[in-house]
């Protein structure tokens, strides 16, 4: 089945550094990935949405020049939190809709625990 | 996007089938009932995904409803590693609405 991954899976940071989260979609294409936020006992937020080549799309109230969004290739995305605050902490989540289609279409990733000291 | 009403939580005794409702009573015609479920700590995972008729696959059972205002989501023998949040989200059928709105979602607690 297709599969998609989260680099780092876990993230301890001090306050006013930048992370960057690597989000590959491992045996698809992937023209379509989106980044999801979610704080412990939440449902998951949608963030953006990034398409290959072009920019990312932020939902409303997402701060586009915090959460830096590159998706240079069919397979690779990067969620980049920059200078990163403890209230940044968070369950960050990526999925990646597969290009060839099929009866699922989106392929989540398994998350990264960011915490911000 | 429509929005689904779950229940916030359920239980459930091991081997025994789960009935997992949601209600979904602004559909459009064009809209998918997708069901993803989330274990502690992971990403959420597809479970079935469905558009009229009712649905089935290795992991579970989906029947909609005539009217397509509700659905269920069947398993059909809960298991430990069935404890998880399930959602039921709404999808537009047109092109280029990819995107899942997650809600609350219900939490199934399996008791062995």
């Known amino acids: 089945g297709a599969v998609v991954s989260q680099h780092p899976s876990w993230v301890i940071c001090k306050s006013g550094t930048s992370v960057k989260i690597e989000c590959r979609s491992l045996?698809?294409?992937?023209?379509?990935m989106f980044w999801y936020r979610q704080f412990p006992k939440q449902s998951l937020m949608l963030m953006a949405t990034s398409n290959e080549g072009s920019k990312a799309t932020y939902e409303q109230g997402v701060e586009k020049d915090k959460f830096l969004i590159n998706h240079a290739s069919l397979t690779l995305s990067t969620l980049t939190v920059t200078s990163a605050h403890p209230e940044d902490s968070s369950f960050y989540i990526c999925?990646?809709?597969?290009?060839?289609?099929?009866?699922?279409?989106?392929?989540f990733g398994p998350g990264t625990r960011l915490t911000v000291l | 996007d429509a929005k689904t009403t779950q229940p916030n939580s359920m239980e459930s005794n091991e081997e025994e089938p789960v009935h997992l409702p949601c209600n979904h009573s602004t559909i459009s015609g064009t809209d998918y009932i997708h069901w993803y479920r989330q274990l502690p700590s992971q990403g959420p995972e597809y479970v079935i995904h469905?558009?009229?008729s009712n649905v089935n696959n290795r992991m579970a059972s989906l029947a909609i409803a005539e009217d397509r205002k509700s659905s269920t989501l069947i398993l059909h023998r809960a298991t430990l590693r069935d404890a998880a949040v399930y959602y039921c989200?709404?999808?537009?059928?047109?092109?280029?609405?990819?995107?899942?709105?997650f809600g609350k979602g219900t939490k199934l607690s399996v008791i062995p």
């Open positions: 989200i709404l999808r537009g059928g047109g092109a280029g609405s990819y995107q899942l709105t």
């Open positions: 045996d698809f294409q992937a023209t379509t």
């Open positions: 469905g558009l009229t």
């Open positions: 999925s990646a809709r597969n290009l060839a289609g099929g009866p699922n279409e989106q392929f």
